[in-house]
């Protein structure tokens, strides 16, 4: 329904009935959509309109008439942006999980009969996330750490972030003092002025090992010669402290150049009983204990027999691949980063797997040089999924089994559907909660070989 009658700042009384994919309650007013943050299905409410488009509007909350049963207290509303879902009970995340994977299914003809599991939900709802990356800006003349005030670069300060390990917050905010007590500045991104970018830190969840990342404007980082005892001497699991310079305008977090300035390149982790060199640029599961499960999930669908050769596509810093080795005659790993190939060749030395091999390039280009035919191809793309050409590839190599996992169900299902029309079926859906409060969701499918 086009809007004819609401204009902004009007003030409504609304009843929710759904939830968008991105955590928006969504009300109707004479069959017109409007689509607020904070508002959960059940509930009435006071709304203000903020924006209206020629189909739909949005609005913020004024007052709540009625609440939900599966409302629970926010434990920061500054971190809106960042936790979502802070305000709706973690079982009833889990059932808006499996729907966004459902109705994403559900809109396509070849696959309105697919079965999607309930998603498998964390044990540790908070606290659990393995990285975090925090801007650094002015606030008031102080330099910060934080969030951004939603649609702006004006930084909110922040120290407790309620969902990364112990630790990490604390060094953040370590940090962040140190340098402030040597004179640093932070960034200031309408002049381009300033220093301090972002601080990030990476944590082992087994190995309790610690990685800071400064990143600064300029190549000047001064004094390292007593920044770097201050850092040790206040986190002394500290294993690595990189410095990356982004000389570059714009949001991008890391620049191309980076130094180590203390101990190793990388910080160690453990993900089912396999130790994995991480550096600083390096893609790893933010969540362990959840990237424990996704693994043996993995393992239990492929159901491997110890003959197959296995095609791990995207195989980054060789998680999956190095899982994968023990119950696998042949595993090839096959990543386009560098840097990534060189770290999982390291992971394979360290914990003495040698039916493994890792190259560097496009998927199409290696498999054809390396003459394998696999048995089984794992996939784990970026968000934006597979490209068109692989597919193609892929259906050639006919392999038995495929597994994709995928953090956006849309090109999830996008991807699979020229699987199924090359003859394949879906044989599993099974959702899995790597992000809990937030509206990502991850998903394991198993399709067969008809």
């Not at 893609?283 to 239990?300: C, D, H, I, M, S």
């Not at 390039?361 to 040089?369: A, I, T, W």
């Not at 699987?419 to 909660?433: A, K, R």
């Amino acid at each position: 329904m086009e809007n004819g009658m609401i204009q902004k700042n009007s003030i409504l009384q609304v009843e929710f009935i759904d939830l968008t994919y991105a955590g928006l309650g969504v009300a109707k007013h004479n069959g017109f959509a409007i689509f607020v943050e904070g508002a959960l299905p059940s509930e009435k409410a006071t709304v203000r309109i903020t924006k209206v488009e020629k189909r739909f509007a949005y609005g913020e909350l004024i007052a709540l008439q009625t609440t939900s049963d599966c409302r629970v207290e926010a434990v920061n509303t500054l971190l809106d942006s960042t936790i979502p879902l802070q305000h709706l009970r973690y079982d009833r995340q889990l059932v808006f999980k499996s729907k966004i994977v459902k109705d994403i299914f559900s809109k396509s003809e070849i696959f309105k009969d697919v079965i999607v599991k309930d998603t498998i939900g964390a044990k540790e709802p908070w606290y659990y996330r393995n990285k975090t990356q925090v801007p650094v800006r002015s606030n008031h003349g102080k330099m910060e750490t934080g969030v951004f005030v939603k649609g702006t670069h004006q930084i909110t300060p922040v120290e407790d972030f309620k969902i990364n390990l112990p630790g990490i917050d604390e060094m953040v905010a370590g940090v962040r003092d140190i340098l402030i007590s040597f004179h640093e500045k932070p960034y200031d991104e309408k002049t381009h002025t300033g220093n301090i970018r972002h601080i990030i830190v990476r944590k082992g969840y087994h190995t309790n090992e610690m990685m800071c990342i400064i990143v600064t404007r300029s190549k000047s980082l001064f004094p390292k010669s007593k920044i770097i005892p201050a850092i040790i001497e206040k986190f002394p699991n500290t294993v690595s402290i990189v410095h990356n310079i982004n000389n570059k305008k714009g949001s991008h977090i890391l620049g191309d150049t980076s130094e180590v300035m203390h101990g190793k390149a990388s910080y160690c982790e453990e993900i089912l009983g396999i130790s994995f060199d991480v550096a600083a640029s390096s893609f790893l599961q933010v969540n362990t204990p959840q990237a424990e499960v996704l693994y043996t999930k993995v393992l239990e669908l492929l159901a491997l027999k110890g003959n197959e050769v296995v095609l791990d596509a995207y195989c980054g810093i060789g998680t999956i691949s190095l899982s994968l080795a023990a119950q696998a005659k042949q595993v090839i790993g096959i990543e386009v980063m560098k840097e990534a190939v060189e770290i999982a060749k390291v992971n394979a030395r360290k914990n003495q797997i040698d039916n493994i091999s890792f190259s560097c390039g496009l998927v199409e280009e290696v498999v054809s040089n390396l003459h394998i035919v696999p048995d089984v191809v794992v996939l784990d793309p970026p968000r934006k999924g597979i490209d068109a050409s692989f597919i193609d590839y892929l259906v050639t190599l006919n392999p038995q089994k495929i597994v994709y996992i995928s953090c956006n169900p849309a090109t999830l299902v996008r991807d699979l559907k020229p699987c199924i029309e090359s003859g394949y079926t879906v044989s599993e859906v099974q959702p899995l909660d790597m992000f809990p409060q937030t509206t990502h969701v991850e998903t394991i499918t198993l399709l067969c070989r008809r």
